[in-house]
């Protein structure tokens, strides 16, 4: 192992860490769908105070349909609604968990992600046919999500609540994610905390595992 981290837990985000995420690709298509007085809202969309709401559990995912609908002004079905937001998510690269895997031998592993029952109904779909795995489970000694802990990145409390959770300290655990401000937030309460800017951040920090 190229860094060899005196840390206990090594935990994850899953959007751009794990999971590939093309906000390009997800805008465009909305665009494409929508009339031209529309698209500065797509611009806005994942900033959206009902965005907001839904990742943290606040509102139901019948209720972020509804949301959505209201913000694009259409009449969008579910099926539609799941459709465009979930045209963000890419694969889910075998090489990164196959990366999980060998650090579970000397760590314990978990995920830290802002999310919504949408997008992890949809993940699991994925993971499920590209991996035959229903869920992170299997893989992961733990899995936290935004949408089911009531708060989210880069927020104080959610690393306090994660701390907590796993009932250590700081210093014993290592971070990654895709946001500086996520980043930030982790360090700014003791965790070592990594941004990943690329495919290859994992890859070059552990090294051959």
Not at 136 to 146: M, T
Not at 153 to 167: V, W
Not at 199 to 208: V, W
Request: net charge negative; hydrophobic share 40%.
């Amino acid at each position: 192992m190229k860094n060899r981290p005196d840390v206990d837990f090594v935990i994850f985000d899953l959007g751009n860490v794990l999971i590939d995420i093309d906000y390009t690709h997800a805008m465009d298509l909305m665009k494409s769908a929508l009339p031209a007085n529309l698209h500065d809202r797509v611009d806005h969309c994942y900033t959206a105070n009902f965005h907001k709401a839904y990742e943290k559990g606040q509102i139901s995912s019948a209720e972020f349909r509804q949301e959505f609908r209201n913000y694009f002004q259409t009449n969008w079905s579910d099926a539609e609604v799941d459709y465009y937001w979930n045209s963000l998510l890419g694969t889910i690269p075998a090489y990164r968990l196959e990366l999980v895997r060998k650090l579970k031998a000397q760590y314990q592993v978990g995920i830290l992600s802002n999310t919504n029952e949408i997008h992890i109904e949809a993940v699991y779909a994925q993971l499920q046919t590209q991996h035959g795995m229903d869920n992170f489970d299997p893989l992961f000694d733990w899995v936290f999500y935004s949408h089911e802990m009531g708060l989210a990145k880069p927020n104080q409390d959610i690393y306090q609540q994660l701390l907590l959770e796993l009932g250590t300290t700081a210093n014993r655990v290592l971070f990654f994610d895709d946001l500086k401000a996520n980043v930030h937030g982790a360090s700014s309460v003791g965790i070592q905390a990594i941004q990943v800017v690329g495919p290859e951040t994992l890859l070059n920090f552990f090294g051959d595992v």
